[in-house]
């Protein structure tokens, strides 16, 4: 059973930095990617960041591009998401998940989630 658990975040200044960690378990061979995607009160789920296991190709939404950085350490299973600059906006929960590919539409196991509260 393929299992997700984000780690790492929580209350942060605005300008701040956090480090999001997805630790991931179950997979049998390393043709998935691992997506971020996060969820505001009131918003729809947005795409943030996303990283091919198998070559570490990476693809990044607006709200990622400049600031924040997706790395994979396949050793570990983990996938981490680098996020500087950190704005209010940024304030959701952040969610990890998996897929066949970044471009996928169904993304087949999500983690629980992990708060990120940017304040000014």
């Known amino acids: 059973e393929v299992q997700l658990v984000e780690s790492g975040g929580g209350l942060v200044q605005a300008g701040g930095s956090l480090r999001l960690s997805c630790a991931a378990s179950?997979?049998?061979?390393?043709?998935?990617?691992i997506g971020w995607f996060r969820q505001a009160p009131g918003k729809e789920r947005e795409g943030v960041s996303c990283i091919s296991i198998r070559d570490g190709s990476t693809y990044n939404g607006d709200s990622a591009k400049g600031r924040f950085t997706i790395s994979r350490d396949n050793a570990q299973n983990t996938v981490s998401l680098q996020m500087n600059s950190l704005k209010r906006e940024d304030t959701a929960v952040y969610y990890c998940a998996a897929a066949t590919h970044c471009s996928a539409y169904k993304w087949d196991a999500w983690g629980q989630g992990t708060q990120v509260t940017v304040s000014s």
């Open positions: 179950g997979f049998t061979s390393e043709d998935y990617a």
